[in-house]
């Protein structure tokens, strides 16, 4: 029976004993406050992150890595805590930190490699394909376009913005400039808002994240289009629009998508909750060139 959770939650036990510690002493010496409270709060928060960051590295995994991403609640509980106990120049102030990376590596270095069996369904692309043959035939325009739209991306794109906004309103009277830089920045994460899109015509593919441009190809420019598996974190870092191997990647969610190689020899990854109907769609565009 295939683990709910593949990557360990013992590794987690410094940042949890380093917060758990400093609220317990906060307690024994009557040092309770606002702080505190704050720092549990904040430390729980990245704890959560930090999981659910471990997991996405570990099912990522094709063998045993070292996860650096795993020491960062290590990191930030020990310097929260270091910051809440000791006094400016106490040895405590990076003591504790130093302590709870080395033991969160310890562990990291003891876990061991479980693999993780990613189901993958391919879809059958018959009906698109018959779609865009049709089109052609009859000299008619086709579209095809592809969303990746997580709820967090959204959610950073509204909370985030709303915030900065507020932000820059209250900051007007005493700096106009920084409120103008606040108040842009909203705008440009409230041009986030609706996630990555892709979109496949004869002309070309172009990739669009909210309202922004990111990539525009022109069919005339594309030598290959085919499936591709990646790993976000261990390759690229992260998710968003990346650089990793000679590639530039755009994606959200998932790890397949569509790997673009232009005549020129560029690399560009474009992620796709359904890469083989976005494959097939840039082959046709593809072929269309050749004929």
Same mark, same amino acid.
């Given at each position: 029976?295939?683990?709910?959770?593949?990557?360990?939650?013992?590794?987690?036990?410094?940042?949890?004993?380093?917060?758990?510690?400093?609220?317990?002493?906060?307690?024994?010496?009557?040092?309770?406050? &606002?702080?505190? @409270?704050?720092?549990?709060?904040?430390?729980?928060?990245?704890?959560?992150? &930090?999981?659910?960051?471990?997991?996405?590295?570990?099912?990522?995994?094709?063998?045993?890595?070292?996860?650096?991403? &795993?020491?960062?609640?290590?990191?930030?509980?020990?310097?929260?805590?270091?910051?809440?106990?000791?006094?400016?120049?106490?040895?405590?102030?990076?003591?504790?930190?130093?302590?709870?990376?080395?033991?969160?590596?310890?562990?990291?270095?003891?876990?061991?490699?479980?693999?993780?069996?990613?189901?993958?369904?391919?879809?059958?692309?018959?009906?698109?394909?018959? $779609?865009?043959? *049709?089109?052609?035939?009859?000299?008619?325009?086709?579209?095809?376009?592809?969303?990746?739209?997580?709820?967090?991306?959204?959610?950073? @794109?509204?909370? &985030?913005?709303?915030?900065?906004?507020? @932000?820059?309103?209250?900051?007007?009277?005493?700096? @106009?400039?920084?409120?103008?830089?606040?108040?842009?920045?909203?705008?440009?994460?409230?041009?986030?808002?609706?996630?990555?899109?892709?979109?496949?015509?004869?002309?070309?593919?172009?990739?669009?994240?909210?309202?922004?441009?990111?990539?525009?190809?022109?069919?005339?420019?594309?030598?290959?289009?085919?499936?591709?598996?990646?790993?976000?974190?261990?390759?690229?870092?992260?998710?968003?629009?990346?650089?990793?191997?000679?590639?530039?990647?755009?994606?959200?969610?998932?790890?397949?998508?569509?790997?673009?190689?232009?005549?020129?020899?560029?690399?560009?990854?474009?992620?796709?909750?359904?890469?083989?109907?976005?494959?097939?769609?840039?082959?046709?565009?593809? *072929?269309? $060139?050749?004929?």
């Amino acid at each position: 029976m295939r683990p709910k959770m593949v990557h360990p939650l013992w590794v987690h036990i410094p940042a949890v004993a380093v917060i758990a510690g400093t609220v317990a002493y906060s307690v024994v010496h009557g040092r309770v406050s &606002s702080e505190v @409270a704050v720092l549990a709060v904040m430390s729980v928060f990245y704890i959560g992150l &930090s999981v659910l960051g471990d997991e996405l590295w570990a099912r990522q995994e094709t063998r045993k890595t070292f996860n650096w991403l &795993s020491l960062f609640d290590e990191a930030l509980a020990g310097f929260l805590a270091g910051t809440i106990i000791s006094s400016p120049g106490d040895t405590a102030l990076w003591l504790m930190p130093v302590c709870a990376v080395a033991a969160g590596a310890i562990l990291e270095l003891a876990r061991t490699y479980r693999p993780f069996e990613q189901r993958i369904v391919h879809e059958d692309t018959s009906a698109l394909d018959q $779609q865009i043959r *049709e089109s052609r035939a009859v000299g008619r325009p086709w579209l095809y376009c592809d969303v990746q739209n997580p709820w967090w991306m959204n959610v950073i @794109a509204v909370v &985030s913005g709303v915030w900065l906004v507020v @932000a820059g309103v209250t900051t007007y009277r005493d700096a @106009a400039w920084l409120a103008a830089v606040l108040l842009a920045i909203a705008a440009f994460l409230f041009g986030l808002y609706g996630g990555l899109r892709t979109c496949v015509t004869s002309d070309g593919v172009e990739v669009r994240m909210g309202i922004f441009r990111m990539l525009r190809i022109r069919t005339a420019d594309i030598a290959t289009a085919e499936l591709h598996t990646f790993s976000p974190l261990r390759e690229f870092g992260g998710y968003g629009i990346r650089y990793g191997k000679g590639i530039k990647a755009f994606f959200l969610r998932g790890n397949r998508g569509v790997l673009i190689t232009t005549l020129s020899g560029r690399k560009y990854l474009i992620g796709s909750d359904h890469p083989e109907r976005l494959a097939a769609a840039i082959c046709a565009v593809i *072929e269309q $060139q050749i004929r």
